[in-house]
């Protein structure tokens, strides 16, 4: 039996159908424009998401700091919540490459505080910095912001004349937890950066929608920061295959996570609100009798499961559901966590504990996770 891991929805494989039309990819050099799978994938990508134009990407990461670049100057200060993945696990790209400030407002899921970001919108003087971008996550780690919120904040932005870009890595499962097409999201914002290669399955990559101009600032940010690419349609592909093949299935590791959930909570030790199961990323928080975090996840590593633990000794496990994980998984990652969590090895553990862990993020919760 093969090792479940829950430790991200980036570890995802493609399916031999998704291979099959990655081998039959047509190919062009892309930095002419002239790749027909990245055309495609780029207009597919627009069009769901309701935007003029698309730019493929190699990663999140450099969608996003490509966003910072077309969006700003250097010096520019940019508004987003204390958890946003630009601001803690970006390597400070947008301070180093971009010279973006970035500036925080309270979180608690993915909810922003609507007053202090207008508190924090600078007003013209030279003292200040221009503030030139807001920057919302949708979803942020496992989280969905309420639509009216989304809308909120972009009135507000609309009336100050600021635009607003969207992390949204996992955009699509965000619109299947509110149960709406990803441009129903997307027309609140004036861009999103999105992932294929996440819980769709695709080997390598990420979209940057929105207006042409910015799109066309964004091809010379992409250029500066190395990832125009060339005859990529041969990754590209996985991302075409993708956006028609494997965004529907995505409510299975809805269901998924929240049967794991469900089953987690029913051990002792284990706390997780339903509520706070939005998606296919949950955490749990761990309390006696259940040894600390790093022990369970070492544990559970032994036993042939992986998720994640708090870097910061708190009691806190991240899991993640994906492509790949069935629900067969799910309860055999059940058995797992209950002979983990009572403190029983696996049979075949090798003498010493294997201590490599998985460390996560600790995000702001509604309330602390579980509790
Ligand atoms: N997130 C990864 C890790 O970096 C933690 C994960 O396993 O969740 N935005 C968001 C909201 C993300 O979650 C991620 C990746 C990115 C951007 C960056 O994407 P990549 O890894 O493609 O650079």
């Not at 479940?4 to 424009?33: C, K, N, Q, W």
């Not at 202090?116 to 221009?130: C, L």
């Not at 309420?146 to 609309?158: F, G, K, V």
């Not at 590791?253 to 987690?264: F, K, Q, S």
């Amino acid at each position: 039996m093969g090792v479940i891991d829950l430790r991200s929805d980036t570890v995802t494989l493609p399916s031999p159908e998704m291979r099959r039309f990655i081998h039959e990819a047509e190919l062009g050099d892309d930095v002419y424009g002239e790749d027909p799978t990245i055309n495609r994938l780029q207009a597919r990508a627009a069009e769901m998401l309701g935007k003029e134009a698309a730019l493929y990407v190699p990663s999140g990461t450099m969608g996003n700091v490509v966003a910072h670049l077309a969006w700003c100057q250097a010096g520019d200060e940019v508004i987003c919540g204390q958890a946003a993945h630009t601001l803690n696990a970006e390597a400070a790209n947008a301070a180093r490459v971009a010279g973006t400030q970035l500036r925080t407002v309270p979180q608690e899921g993915a909810s922003l505080d609507l007053a202090a970001i207008e508190r924090t919108i600078r007003p013209d003087d030279p003292h200040y910095p221009r503030t030139t971008l807001i920057w919302v996550e949708q979803p942020s780690n496992g989280w969905v912001m309420p639509l009216e919120e989304l809308t909120a904040i972009s009135q507000l932005a609309r009336a100050r004349a600021i635009p607003v870009h969207m992390d949204g890595a996992r955009i699509f499962n965000a619109a299947t937890a509110l149960g709406v097409p990803a441009a129903e999201i997307a027309r609140h914002v004036d861009s999103v950066m999105f992932c294929v290669s996440k819980g769709l399955a695709a080997p390598v990559g990420s979209l940057l929608v929105g207006p042409g101009d910015f799109i066309g600032r964004a091809i010379r940010g992409r250029k500066m920061v190395g990832g125009s690419m060339r005859q990529a349609g041969v990754i590209a592909a996985g991302g075409l295959y993708a956006l028609d093949h494997m965004v529907e299935r995505l409510t299975e590791d809805h269901e998924n996570a929240r049967r794991l959930a469900d089953g987690l909570r029913a051990q002792p030790g284990v706390a997780i609100d339903r509520e706070d199961v939005q998606t296919n990323i949950f955490f749990i928080r761990l309390s006696p009798p259940a040894p600390d975090a790093r022990t369970v996840s070492a544990r559970l590593r032994e036993h042939g499961l992986l998720c994640g633990a708090a870097k910061d000794g708190s009691p806190i496990i991240r899991l993640v559901t994906h492509y790949g994980i069935e629900r067969e998984d799910i309860d055999r990652a059940l058995e797992m966590f209950g002979e983990a969590l009572r403190g029983e090895r696996a049979a075949d553990a090798p003498p010493t504990p294997t201590p490599e862990v998985t460390e996560i993020e600790v995000p702001p919760s509604p309330a602390p996770v579980g509790v």
